[in-house]
């Protein structure tokens, strides 16, 4: 569980990342340049703690699934950006896509982190 908490902290980041590289306006305007670049870093650091137990394509496509969706539904609450039924319809199968990954992915590489007896 503690893989799939990294990975959820890493699309937070993720999405923080991605608003603030909006509003940067070209890395011309110092404190949203400054947020994307510590956002970038910190969503590149959960995201390698948790594939450290979850395969390399589960956890990207979850990350980028929750990042996508995220930065769709916040851009479009903070900045008015459009956001259209069928725009909705494709987001809410991409949750369901991502929901159904946690469901039936579990953390396959769990047991590599417990050393074996032999010398």
Known sequence: MRAWSALLVAAVFE?????????????????????T???????TIFLSVALKNLDVGIGYVVWTGIGSVGTVVFGSVLFGESLTFFKGVCFAAII????????TSGEPRAAEGVPDSAP
């Not at 590289?21 to 110092?30: A, I, N, Y």
């Not at 369901?96 to 469901?103: A, D, Q």
């Open 96 to 103: 369901g896509g991502v929901i159904g990954l946690k469901l």
């Open 15 to 35: 999405i923080v990342f991605t608003l603030s590289t909006g509003q940067s306006k070209g890395f011309t305007l110092l404190v949203p340049s400054l947020i």
């Open 37 to 43: 670049v510590v956002s970038a870093a910190c969503a």
